[in-house]
């Protein structure tokens, strides 16, 4: 079973993973806003190369190698990467530090630390024992549904790594016993997630995954809704793709229903985020 610790930096709280722990990592709270990366990466290994992207809730993602390391003190507004019209208004103007659209970065060399924001989206670090390098993902219902940490692990196979050797720890998200969604956005996730050659339209596919042991999806009390735990579909395709049960972590810790520690667009509806970075080894 793996534990999850609360750590402290500047008398503030954030979290690691026994999973991650060869790994400077965390998944920081609330209390460290407005602080980015750049400054963040301070609690973790401060001569790390800083790296991150303009989140679009898509499945890109990219090498550190097609990017410029974040510098010390770039004007950034990481709580845009939460709207869905964040793609649109992108604007790169002389004052602005230029970000790629992506939703996942991962490492080519040692020392660089890869950020992802969050606030209900979960976010998603994940390491090779072999090879020491990382990824960071983020994965709301449509990363999830456009299977962005599968395609991050891919990223990471194409540069060596096994599936044996991978590690992979979810932070804190919305839960899905307070995520209400759709059928059909339930049934979109839900298809990524059922057993290979399950797959039917969204009662056939909601039907096999409520009968699932930990089923990602749940009953809700309203017509035409459902509750939708993403972190428990991105363990199923995990799952799929053969990462053993005891390579994958899940923070037990629900933004939505944490407002002391998490901010919750769900919640408060406000655009504010939390950072969670990894670096390479």
């Known amino acids: 079973m793996h534990t999850w610790h609360w750590q402290t930096w500047n008398g503030l709280p954030y979290l690691t993973c026994s999973l991650l722990e060869q790994w400077p990592h965390g998944f920081f709270t609330n209390q460290f806003w407005p602080r980015s990366p750049q400054e963040l990466v301070g609690a973790l290994r401060p001569t790390a190369r800083v790296y991150r992207v303009k989140q679009v809730h898509g499945n890109t993602v990219l090498p550190t190698g097609t990017l410029t390391p974040v510098s010390e003190g770039a004007l950034e507004s990481p709580e845009s990467d939460l709207t869905e019209a964040s793609a649109q208004n992108n604007q790169n103007t002389p004052d602005r530090e230029p970000f790629l659209h992506a939703d996942g970065l991962h490492t080519q060399k040692a020392l660089e630390a890869v950020w992802v924001a969050s606030a209900d989206c979960t976010p998603v670090l994940i390491a090779d024992s072999e090879t020491g390098q990382v990824a960071a993902v983020h994965s709301g219902w449509r990363g999830t549904a456009r299977q962005i ?61 409520q009968k699932l042991p930990a089923p990602p999806v749940l009953a809700d009390p309203e017509p035409g809704r459902v509750r939708l735990d993403v972190r428990r579909a991105i363990a199923l395709q995990l799952e799929q793709l053969g990462i053993a049960p005891e390579q994958i972590a899940c923070a037990p810790h629900c933004t939505y229903q944490s407002p002391e520690y998490f901010f919750s667009y769900r919640r408060d509806s406000q655009k504010k985020v939390q950072w969670s970075g990894i670096v390479s080894i």
């Open 149 to 209: 940490v599968p395609e991050a692990i891919a990223k990471l196979q194409q540069q060596g790594s096994k599936l044996e050797n991978l590690r992979v720890a979810m932070g804190p998200a919305i839960a899905g016993e307070v995520y209400q969604v759709s059928l059909e956005v339930a049934a979109e996730v839900g298809a990524t997630a059922v057993p290979k050659g399950q797959a039917g339209d969204a009662a056939a596919i909601l039907d096999i995954l």
